[in-house]
């Protein structure tokens, strides 16, 4: 018998890619909270998700993730870096995000995501990291700070951010305090190929900590590009930014 979560199957199902969840998360979140067109997100959400409000998030993310702790003694299956946008819209009288856009640097990462509806994609995200230290190099958490964040697509800038802290408690923006809904897709190439059903869903998330957030103020762009359509949530204005930490598990998804 050949067993796994997912490929490649064996009889130990060692090989696989990725085991089931639960998948436990800690990382650094740059968010970036900022208005865009208003037409342009509507046009990029599931018909019925509900009204576009014209505001939409970023974040730069610096993740460690593991099972059951067997990564966090081989950090090249545990780290990565990933970078997505967010639509806010109006639904059932509430706000409620979807995600369009995703980028991370993890075939791991990338593979969780999918099943999850997230709709990742490859590309090389860095961020600012900040240490505990008061020093030029450190990024201290503190007034004056400068971060940034940038993504590249097939050798393409297709991101960048540059915040300045205020020396100011932050707040959790984006998924980090609004729920959050995305397309779990099931195309297929058996008999006729198909993009088959799509299910918006919810992340079942379990055990978060957050940690202290820093404001910020600052700018996000977002690029043109000859096939990621990034740039149709191009910012308008500044942008509120903050800085802090972030623990979940994620145990499965939900029909929304």
């Known amino acids: 018998m050949l067993n796994g979560f997912t490929p490649p199957f064996t009889p130990s199902g060692h090989s696989a890619l990725l085991p089931a969840p639960p998948w436990h998360y800690a990382g650094n979140v740059l968010s970036l909270a900022f208005k865009v067109d208003g037409l342009a997100a509507q046009s990029l959400l599931p018909d019925g998700f509900g009204v576009a409000t014209g505001q939409a998030y970023g974040h730069f993310c610096d993740w460690q993730a593991t099972s059951d702790g067997w990564e966090l003694l081989d950090p090249a299956y545990a780290q990565y870096k990933e970078f997505f946008v967010l639509i806010e819209a109006e639904r ?13 640097d993890q075939d791991i990462s990338l593979v969780r995501g999918l099943l999850q509806g997230w709709p990742k994609k490859l590309g090389s995200v860095w961020m600012t990291r900040s240490y505990g230290l008061d020093h030029p190099a450190a ?11 940038t993504l590249a697509v097939k050798d393409r800038r297709l991101a960048e951010a540059e915040i300045s802290l205020t020396g100011q408690p932050g707040e959790r923006l984006g998924f980090l305090s609004i729920p959050t809904f995305a397309l779990i897709a099931a195309p297929s190439l058996l008999g006729s190929p198909t993009p088959g059903p799509k299910t918006l869903a919810r992340a079942v998330i379990e055990g978060a900590v957050a940690g202290s957030f820093h404001a910020g103020a600052g700018t996000i762009r977002l ?7 990034l740039s149709l949530l191009n910012p308008i204005g500044e942008a509120k930014a903050s800085f802090g930490s972030f623990a979940m598990t994620i145990t499965g998804a939900v029909e929304a």
Do not use: H, Q, W
């Open 223 to 229: 690029l043109n590009s000859p096939r990621d359509e």
């Open 139 to 149: 990024a201290p958490l503190k007034s004056g700070t400068k971060m940034g964040g």
């Open 92 to 104: 059932a009288g509430a706000p409620a995000l979807y995600c369009p856009f995703i980028y991370v």
